[in-house]
Antibody
Framework: QVQLQESGPGLVKPSQALSLTCTVS??????????WNWIRQVPGKGLEWIGY???????YYNPSLKSRVSMSSDTSKNTFSLKLNSLTVADTAVYFC?????????????WGQGTLVTVSS | DIQMTQSPSSLSASVGARVTIYCRAS??????LAWYHQRPGKAPRLLIT???VLQSGVPSRFIGSGSGTAFTLTISSLQPEDSGTYFC?????????FGQGTKLEI
């Protein structure tokens, strides 16, 4: 059974950077069939796709966040990570990680349970 | 960016009823469309890909159709566990975008 679990700080100050990690079990992030995504959801609102990373090292970021976002992976720990710089209150959201596949990297299945990140001084 | 617009934004129906949710893309996306179901406080669950392909374990009462710019998700006989919010998502081009959601109350 494939499971993903996000981890990171629940509270971050404005202008600081956010670092989140997604720990994957039941699936190897080295498997070239899969893409590893980040998505966020402002509480009570819709979903925003942030981007993905592939084992090959290829990444794609949503242009709305491209200047502030980066992703990386650690095959030894079977994790992948998100870094978002220069946070504002508008970045307050539940952040999800999820697995996509080579047919459609953005079809997310499964998802992590999500972690709430609040940006506040 | 391709805009995905869902309608209605919310609806209420009874157990056993048949409901349809609509999703329209601002430009043609072929069949690069997925549907998700999200319960409060939970992560979304992938229901349908390629506009009409049911994912493993998803009940057959969920039916997706459409291509190009107009898509529908029909639930043929509502069950209590179908309550929640439904999202469509395109993966035709970057960036992938989601509809704003349709909240279904049973």
């Amino acid at each position: 059974q494939v499971q993903l679990q996000e981890s990171g700080p629940g509270l971050v100050k404005p202008s600081q950077a956010l670092s989140l990690t997604c720990t994957v079990s039941g699936s190897s992030i080295s498997n070239t069939d899969y893409y590893w995504n980040w998505i966020r959801q402002v509480p009570g609102k819709g979903l925003e796709w942030i981007g993905y990373i592939h084992h090959s090292g290829s990444t794609y970021y949503n242009p709305s966040l491209k200047s502030r976002v980066s992703m990386s992976s650690d095959t030894s720990k079977n994790t992948f990570s998100l870094k978002l710089n220069s946070l504002t209150v508008a970045d307050t959201a539940v952040y999800f990680c999820g697995r996509g596949n080579k047919i459609a990297p953005g079809w997310i299945d499964p998802w992590g349970q999500g972690t709430l990140v609040t940006v506040s001084s | 960016d391709i805009q995905m617009t869902q309608s209605p934004s919310s609806l209420s129906a009874s157990v056993g009823a048949r409901v349809t949710i609509y999703c329209r893309a601002s430009q043609g996306i072929g069949i690069w469309l997925a549907w998700y179901h999200q319960r409060p406080g939970k992560a979304p669950r992938l229901l349908i890909t390629s506009a009409s392909v049911l994912q493993s374990g998803v009940p057959s009462r969920f039916i997706g159709s459409g291509s190009g710019t107009a898509f529908t998700l029909t639930i043929s006989s509502l069950q209590p566990e179908d309550s929640g919010t439904y999202f469509c998502q395109h993966t035709s081009t970057f960036p992938y975008t989601f509809g704003q959601g349709t909240k279904l109350e049973i």
